[in-house]
């Protein structure tokens, strides 16, 4: 190499140790950039032509390889799973939790209460079937009962209205999400033919699959440009610079369902949008559709003793209900109310189990009985106590097995970022080190570019002579 030649050692050493700085630069200014991976300049020296006659050693200095992006492919696709099933417990457990609050079990103000209350006053009327004061009691717990039932399925109602709201919402966002990540895939494509990288793009793209993986769970297949095509549900969602947008309609027998642009429903396996359509579409119409067996169990058995029976100064059998009969395709919760005739006179309670006989309290009696008696058929042979906490002790566990996913999900994700963060995570001391070698290896080379110089200084002033 000639010493003209020695110059060119000195510059891309320089250049290199400058990219190498910028690249540690970048790195400390990102520190605390939510989903930057750090990169790293790779160095390599430069070797020397293969020409005949031309000494190959020492070579032609060094020069930056690529900038290369620290990250884990592995432990972001453990990240996405595990995101996406923690939601979706997060989302069932939220639906647990806020339905037991509904409920209110064990509490003074729970309906179990009211049920026992109830039963009670039923009890107490058949010992003393004359007493007015017993009579209206009964009545008032009664109309307590109607009321906090229907106050119970109208505040379920209420939780699903909202969970409806926010599962478009969701989708809204979802949408918003996809149409970004379209416009993500463009631009790595528009590099990759200009065949240049892009480490901060491949970033934001990681973020925003984060961000979809929390309300869907997808399956991410990646190109050679860095762009990629997602899917969920069966469906395709982004393909390249296309974004396919979802929605949420009425699906088969009234349910929601998250659609395909084609109509196709999309079959979620975890996700927050799959917690709210099981809310929506199962947790809590169950819940609905419990109380509701015990509201229709309780009318029936109840309107059937009472009509048999005789009030209090009925001499014949009038045939009264006690509970106003259900009808139509009205849920039974919000039909349930005490009947028109008790509600305006006491004394048509049928406690009597025969005719002229005030002080008759069989009928009140086999009432209070119904408290044990096991229903076989809309009760699966519970009681309708039993039947009652069972659905409250149900919720329970759900609400236990839900927030127990959760946990676990939760701990798994906090473990599996740990990890990935060991990989792509930038250490501040590491780049102070880094920024450290490189200033001397630009000090050294600078130093170098001055020995040279006054080498061919003297050598000009030697042939000069």
């Known amino acids: 190499m000639s010493l003209f030649g020695s110059f060119e050692i000195g510059r891309k050493a320089l250049r290199a140790q400058h990219k190498g700085m910028e690249v540690s630069g970048q790195n400390v200014a ?4 939510p989903g930057y991976s750090r990169q790293r300049a790779n160095l390599e020296s430069v070797e020397h032509p293969i020409v005949a006659g031309t000494s ?5 200095g060094v020069r930056v390889s690529n900038v290369e992006r620290m990250h884990s492919a592995f432990y972001h696709s453990q990240m996405i799973n595990t995101a996406s099933h923690k939601a979706y417990w997060d989302m069932r457990q939220e639906t647990y939790k806020t339905a037991e609050a509904i409920f209110m079990e064990p509490d003074d103000y729970g309906i179990n209460k009211y049920l026992s209350e109830f039963f009670d006053s039923w009890q107490e009327l058949s010992s003393s079937p004359e007493e007015a004061s017993i009579r209206a009691g009964l009545r008032e717990h009664a109309v307590t009962l109607t009321q906090s039932v229907q106050d119970v399925y109208l505040r379920l109602q209420d939780i699903r209205i909202d969970k409806q709201d926010e599962l478009e919402m969701r989708v809204d966002e979802v949408n918003r999400i996809l149409d970004e990540i379209s416009e993500i895939n463009d631009k790595l494509r528009f590099v990759d033919a200009l065949q240049q990288k892009s480490n901060e793009l491949h970033d934001h793209l990681d973020l925003a699959l984060e961000e979809l993986a929390e309300l869907v769970d997808i399956q991410v297949h990646r190109k050679g440009s860095g762009a990629v095509d997602i899917f969920s549900g069966g469906q395709l969602l982004v393909q390249e610079n296309r974004a396919f947008h979802l929605e949420a309609q009425a699906g088969e027998e009234g349910h929601l369902q998250v659609s395909s642009h084609r109509g196709l429903p999309l079959n979620f ?6 917690g709210l359509l099981d809310a929506i579409n199962i947790d809590i119409p169950d819940i609905q559709n419990s109380l509701d067996n015990v509201v229709t169990t309780l009318v029936n058995e109840v309107n059937d003793l009472h009509r048999a029976g005789y ?6 059998n009038v045939a009264l ?3 106003a009969p259900l009808e139509g395709d009205t849920p039974a919760s919000m039909q349930f109310r005490v009947a028109d005739a008790i509600m305006e006179d006491s004394s048509n ?3 009597s189990s025969e005719p002229g006989e005030p002080g008759n309290g069989e009928t009140a009696l086999e009432i209070a009985r119904l408290r044990d008696h096991r229903e076989a ?3 699966h042979g519970s009681s309708i106590m039993e039947y009652y906490r069972g659905m409250v002790t149900s919720m329970g566990v759900q609400a236990q097995e839900s927030e127990r996913m959760a946990e676990t999900f939760k701990r798994t994700e906090a473990q599996i970022i740990e990890m990935h963060r060991s990989v792509s995570g930038v250490n501040l001391d590491e780049e102070m080190l880094n920024m450290t070698q490189f200033q001397h290896a630009w000090h050294a080379a600078a130093r170098y570019l001055n020995t040279v110089d006054d080498m061919l200084t ?3 002033t030697e042939l000069g002579r």
């Open 311 to 316: 009030g209090l100064d009925h001499t014949d």
């Open 269 to 274: 396996n975890a996700g927050r949008i799959n």
């Open 458 to 460: 003297v050598l000009f």
């Open 56 to 60: 190959m050693a020492p070579g032609q």
């Open 30 to 33: 990102n520190a605390n950039t």
């Open 321 to 323: 209900d006690f509970f």
């Open 377 to 379: 058929d809309r009760l």
């Open 349 to 351: 309670i049928s406690a």
